[in-house]
């Protein structure tokens, strides 16, 4: 079984910074793609940024210059460094992992539950 545990959400002022956390664990055997999605109250979850095993990554136009994906193959944790955030960013932010649980199993989509980043003005 596998697990996604998101930490590092909370409370900012407008112009602050967060990092995010997303520890995978469980039966592993290789993750490839980590990303950070997020959804604010009634709008649809959209892609805030993703990284491959091998450290390209891409972002939304919304958070570039401002967002930093990072991850650590060898802790399987994937960070999101968030500067400058603004009211707009505030949103429950979610992890993904593509995971492989054995040599031999295709990939499968793992989330975590969720942090809630919220930003003050």
């Known amino acids: 079984q596998v697990q996604l545990v998101e930490s590092g959400g909370g409370l900012v002022q407008d112009g602050g910074s967060l990092r995010l956390s997303c520890a995978a664990s469980?039966?592993?055997?290789?993750?490839?793609?980590m990303g950070w999605y997020r959804q604010a109250p009634g709008n649809q979850r959209e892609l805030v940024a993703v990284?491959?095993?091998?450290?390209?990554?891409n972002y939304a136009d919304s958070v570039k210059g401002r967002f930093t994906i990072s991850r650590d193959n060898a802790k399987n944790t994937v960070y999101l460094q968030m500067n400058s955030l603004k009211a707009e960013d505030a949103a429950v932010y979610s992890c993904?992992?593509?995971?492989?649980?054995?040599?031999?199993?295709?990939?499968?989509?793992?989330w975590g539950p969720g942090t809630q980043v919220t930003v003050s003005s």
């Open positions: 469980g039966s592993i055997f290789v993750i490839s793609d």
């Open positions: 990284i491959t095993r091998g450290g390209s990554t």
């Open positions: 993904n992992a593509r995971i492989r649980i054995t040599k031999w199993s295709r990939e499968n989509d793992f």
